[in-house]
């Protein structure tokens, strides 16, 4: 049996104001500070160690790692960062309020926009200074890979790639990993490790800044899985 640490990044400055990220590279709110350090020490009164960290390449996953690692004396770790860890690209309605857009578009569609494993958000065009082809950190990506939209099911499938070729390898070494990514990045995850339906992913929500254990057999097939508060 093997553990797995997930954990959604602590609460960040757009969470707090209600606004879509996606790969927006906003940073921690002082609560998001709090609850990364908390989550640290929850980690270390269970007595969690690890060998390896993954994160994105947006600094409210890589910040909560690292106060989380702070907390576990555990900066010294190794800690791979991948574009392929980043949030949902939310399109066109990254920077916008929730609350505004669904005034503009109504609850159905914006719950579609949010939940619907198939449903593209707006995109956004190349000349928008949100593409992603125009940030240093994404200049080694191919054109298909950079996002002008995305719906879940495309977030999983770059995720999974990295799963499988990073990830994974670590686990069989017997190493033990802890991923800090997003909110559906984290859902992708978890819809393919439990092997969740489309419709069962629409009602999974996972909270800012609480690990979220793994215990997995030989084969990566969940055990059970459970929320460290
Ligand atoms: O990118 C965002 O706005 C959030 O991190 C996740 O948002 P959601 O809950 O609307 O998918």
């Not at 400055?13 to 609560?31: I, P």
């Not at 991923?179 to 992913?201: C, F, M, P, Q, W």
Request: aromatic share 10%; charged share 30%; hydrophobic share 35%.
């Amino acid at each position: 049996m093997q553990k797995l640490v997930l954990i959604r990044h602590g609460e960040s400055v757009w969470n707090h104001e209600n606004r879509f990220t996606g790969w927006t590279d906003v940073d921690l709110s002082a609560n998001g500070y709090t609850q990364a350090h908390k989550a640290g020490q929850i980690l270390k009164q269970h007595g969690y160690n690890f060998d390896i960290g993954f994160t994105s390449v947006l600094k409210r996953a890589i910040k909560t790692l690292h106060y989380v690692l702070e907390e576990l004396d555990h900066l010294w770790i190794p800690v791979e960062k991948s574009w392929r860890l980043n949030e949902r690209f939310y399109g066109a309605l990254q920077g916008l309020n929730k609350d505004e857009t669904i005034a503009k578009y109504g609850a159905e569609q914006v719950q579609k926009w949010r939940r619907d494993p198939n449903e593209h958000p707006p995109a956004i065009t190349k000349d928008d200074d949100r593409y992603p082809g125009k940030d240093l950190r994404y200049q080694h990506l191919t054109e298909r890979e950079l996002p002008l939209t995305e719906n879940l099911s495309e977030t999983m499938d770059r995720v999974l790639p990295f799963w499988q070729e990073h990830i994974m390898p670590a686990m069989r070494l017997n190493q033990k990993v802890i991923i800090s990514a997003h909110g559906n990045s984290l859902r992708a995850l978890v819809k393919y490790i439990d092997k969740l339906t489309d419709e069962e992913v629409t009602n999974l929500e996972i909270p800012t800044g609480t690990p979220l254990v793994y215990e997995l057999d030989d084969q990566f097939n969940r055990i059970k899985h459970y929320y460290l508060e």
